[in-house]
């Protein structure tokens, strides 16, 4: 078995986005995931609404290997993964001097939260337009401008816990955005509220939302009819 590829700091995060086949083995997908949890790792299942997938898992944890060995079990199990998302836990270059308890907290998150079963995924990328490039942006410009928008989010706090996770040389866009709420209109006002943000007006670039809700394995599995 391969040693384990773990980052200097910080979990790896897998996003999977799987349909259903007529092979779909229902205590397969469950073995799947207990051999995950059971190896320090997690995995939190979503049932998918829409026709973009029918059930989908945040799976995070130390090793990349372990997270490639739970995709292959959910294909074994009958799941055909039809979208994913690669990133890393991370706390932001802007986030530097917060306390050490919330940065450990946006590097070792502990999923999913109690209380908010309302689920939403996607990724991001600052813009690089002629016009409007973010990485031209002097550092101080751009921390006042992550300090205003990170101010928004939190009058969400209570409705919304986000993890931004980053993707930059990982996957298509530079983070992945992970939404869980109370409501399912929380995330709908959080996402409409912080995009009057400068900071995302004039220079983010969003890719395609996934949405569903977060249950215990059975429920999300049933709901899927499997």
């Not at 397969?28 to 190896?39: G, M, Q, S, T, Y």
Request: glycine share 10%; aromatic share 10%.
């Amino acid at each position: 078995m391969a040693s384990p590829l773990t980052p200097t700091v910080g979990w790896n995060v897998l996003h999977l986005f799987t349909m259903v086949t007529p092979l779909a083995d229902g205590p397969a997908v469950a073995a799947a995931v207990k051999d995950l949890e059971a190896a320090d790792h997690q995995a939190v299942p979503v049932a998918i609404v829409g026709h973009k997938a029918d059930v989908g898992f945040v799976a995070l944890g130390p090793d990349l290997w372990r997270l490639r060995r739970f995709q292959t079990a959910l294909t074994a199990a009958g799941l055909d993964v039809v979208d994913s998302y690669v990133s890393l836990t991370e706390v932001s270059e802007y986030a530097e001097r917060m306390p050490e308890e919330r940065k450990n907290a946006r590097l070792y998150p502990r999923l999913p939260p109690e209380g908010k079963p309302a689920f939403c995924f996607y990724p991001m990328s600052k813009r690089r337009g002629d016009k409007h490039n973010w990485y031209e942006l002097p550092y101080e410009d751009r921390e006042q401008l992550m300090f205003g928008h990170g101010g928004t989010g939190r009058t969400f706090a209570g409705r919304v816990l986000q993890l931004v996770t980053g993707s930059t040389g990982l996957d298509d866009y530079e983070w992945g955005v992970t939404l869980f709420g109370v409501h399912p209109d929380d995330l709908k006002a959080c996402v409409y509220t912080m995009r009057y943000d400068l900071a995302s007006s004039r220079y983010a670039e969003f890719g395609r939302f996934v949405t569903g809700m977060v249950g215990d394995l059975d429920e999300v599995l049933a709901a899927a009819g499997i």
